[in-house]
């Protein structure tokens, strides 16, 4: 192989117009990213070390143990409920709907998290609070209540 071979390949990597943005790869070239070796943060939430950082993840574990109280909540009210339907179809419908009941806890818990990675605390407790307000398990708290 020659150097032209090699200049080739490099031309086949490149996009028009990479000359004009100063060589930036096109699919992060709409991203701002700090200097190298400065740490730039526009969110006060995002910054390590800060109070808010070690509250959202006070507020993260708080929520870990409420999801799982709703988790543990489903699962005794899949115990004491019980279908009477006596066709297959419903049965199986049946155990199926108790299945995602038992994990939603648990998915609505790990997509918060997935989804808001970089959002606010308020935004990240308000998902949370959503969540623990519509799953809550209800059979077993009218047997308790």
Do not use: C, H, K, Y
Not at 101 to 112: D, P, R
Not at 117 to 125: F, K, L, Q, S
Not at 129 to 141: D, M, Q, S
């Amino acid at each position: 192989m020659t150097a032209a071979d090699f200049e080739d390949d490099d031309e086949a990597l490149s996009w028009a117009g990479d000359d004009l943005r100063g060589g930036i790869d096109p699919l992060t070239r709409n991203r701002l990213l700090p200097p190298a070796g400065d740490e730039v943060f526009d969110d006060a939430d995002a910054a390590p070390g800060t109070s808010s950082s070690v509250a959202r993840t006070a507020v993260t574990v708080l929520f870990a143990a409420l999801f799982l109280a709703v988790v543990v909540g489903w699962i005794l009210s899949a115990q004491i409920t019980g279908s009477t339907a006596s066709d297959l179809f419903s049965q199986v419908a049946w155990q199926f709907g108790e299945f995602v009941a038992i994990i939603s806890g648990a998915l609505w818990f790990l997509a918060v998290l997935t989804l808001t990675p970089d959002a606010r605390t308020r935004v990240r407790v308000g998902w949370f609070a959503l969540g623990i307000g519509v799953l809550v398990p209800w059979p077993i708290l009218l047997v308790v209540l």
